[in-house]
C-alpha cells in the first residue's frame, strides 16, 4: 500500500506537516484504524477518513 496526499487545499500548512506522520502508523498498521496526532486532530482525522473511503473504494 502507497498513500500519498494530493490535495488538501482548506489545510493550514503547519497542520498538514504535523499530521502527515498519521501516514507511517496507517502503513505500519495497513489500517486507517490509528490514533490521531495531538496538535493536529482535524488534519489527521481527515487523513483517516480519506485513506478509509479509499480502502473501502478498492475493495469493491
Given amino acids: 500500500m502507497n498513500l500519498n496526499i ?28 490509528v490514533d490521531t496526532i495531538s496538535g493536529a486532530t482535524y488534519s489527521s482525522t481527515g487523513i483517516r477518513a480519506a485513506t478509509a473511503k479509499a480502502l473501502e473504494q478498492a475493495h469493491k
Fill in 6 to 33: 494530493l490535495s488538501a487545499p482548506a489545510e493550514d500548512g503547519a497542520y498538514l506537516q504535523m499530521a502527515s506522520s498519521i501516514i507511517k502508523d496507517i502503513l505500519k498498521n495497513q489500517s486507517a484504524d
